[in-house]
């Protein structure tokens, strides 16, 4: 039995892969493989449709949504997305809240002026920084929701008049948020969503109206919508798996029980590395991450023997991002608590035996 916490790509349960490896062979009794399956088929675009319906359900998404696929990721979307918006004299705001978000600036850079809207990169970004936006004519504000490498995330969306772009790779249907307040957001599949090889982009009608026209159609937002993300052949597979994984979160409660249990599960850990001698978390508190616990140990010298025993009790992908160090357990909404218990229990075995 494998406990796996890691970061992205992350566990997906079961019930889940059963459906897949089903489909894999025959998918709904039409003979073929999924991964057979022509993407100009009806087949593939019910897919495609029941995963614009359930995402846009369990989001509460209003009618001025638009939802799409593409390929690349969300780090093609840092290219994307100021390619689609920005213009040479406009001005744009970022908040540098980590790596994943230094990324997304060095590509705005290359379209327009960007403003740090604030940054907590002297912290270490161990917590989320207040914003400021001064210039209300600035295209948009764009933010990382939830910062996967230090485990913090806002907790709320910023107060501000210019539109909010969010990259939500690693939050996305984790919690209860009001998903309306965005302009646009981007994820990654491989982490609430799937798996790797698709992105999942949701905006605003009257957002995409401003994007800019004559772009190289595989660049073009418009395009993607216009062509019901099927300019090319996307990436089936990957499109399905997001389908599963949506029907799944369906099935589970949705949003109200995924919140709780996400909850559930990021109290507990928190709590142990709170009430031990041994763990510290990382994060400032009121910007810790449901998702992604970021945590070290006050005896370094403990770290591979942490590993190690940790490793031999079947919990794997802990270790912390190699540019951050100590540990990190994501806890994905495919997670269950029963996950966080057992690794509560062994680092709590841990520090008595070692500590
Ligand atoms: N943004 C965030 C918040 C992430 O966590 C990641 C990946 N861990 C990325 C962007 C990059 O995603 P991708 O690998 O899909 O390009």
Redesign the pocket.
């Known amino acids: 039995m494998k406990y796996n916490f890691n ?2 790509p992350s566990h997906l349960n079961e019930e889940i892969l059963e459906r897949i490896s089903n489909s894999i062979k025959n998918f709904e009794n039409s003979g073929l493989s999924i991964i057979e399956l022509s993407h100009r088929s009806k087949e593939f675009e019910s897919v495609i449709e029941e995963c614009k319906v359930l995402l846009s359900e369990l989001l509460g998404l209003d009618s001025d949504s638009e939802v799409f696929f593409m390929q ?7 290219y994307t997305l100021p390619f689609n918006f920005l213009r040479t004299n406009d001005c744009v705001y970022y908040a540098n809240t ?1 790596r ?2 230094e ?2 600036i060095v590509e705005a850079k290359r379209f327009a002026k960007v403003k740090l809207a604030g940054s907590s990169k002297s912290d270490n970004y161990s917590r989320i920084p207040e914003l400021e936006i001064t210039n209300e004519n600035a295209r948009y504000l764009h933010i ?6 230090y485990g913090t995330e806002y907790s709320g969306i910023p107060d501000c008049q210019i539109p909010i772009v969010a ?5 996305i249907m984790g919690r209860k948020f009001d998903y309306n307040a965005f302009d646009l957001i981007y ?5 609430n969503l799937g798996t ?1 090889g698709v ?1 999942v982009v949701i905006a605003k009608k009257h957002f995409i109206q401003e994007a800019k026209e004559g772009l190289p159609p595989m660049l073009s937002y418009k395009n993607m919508i216009a062509n019901n993300s099927l300019f090319n052949t996307p990436p089936v597979l990957a499109i399905y798996i997001v389908l599963e994984t949506l029907r799944w979160s369906i099935r589970y409660g949705g949003i109200e029980r995924i919140d709780k249990t996400n909850r559930a599960k990021a109290k507990l850990l928190y709590n142990t590395i709170d009430e031990s001698n041994l763990y510290y978390g990382t994060a400032r508190k009121e910007d810790r991450s449901l998702m992604n616990v970021c945590f070290k140990l006050k005896d370094k010298s403990l770290e591979n023997k942490f590993i190690d025993f940790t490793n031999s009790h079947g919990i794997i992908g802990i270790k912390g991002h190699r540019s951050f160090g100590g540990f990190r357990a994501s806890l994905y909404n495919c997670i269950p608590l029963e996950y966080v218990k057992v690794l509560t229990d062994v680092m709590k075995e841990f520090e008595r035996k070692y500590g």
């Open positions: 970061a992205g690349g990721g969300a780090s093609f979307q840092f980590g994943w978000a990324k997304a990382t929701s939830n910062n996967t490498i990259d939500m790779s690693s939050d994820a990654g599949a491989q982490k790797a992105a």
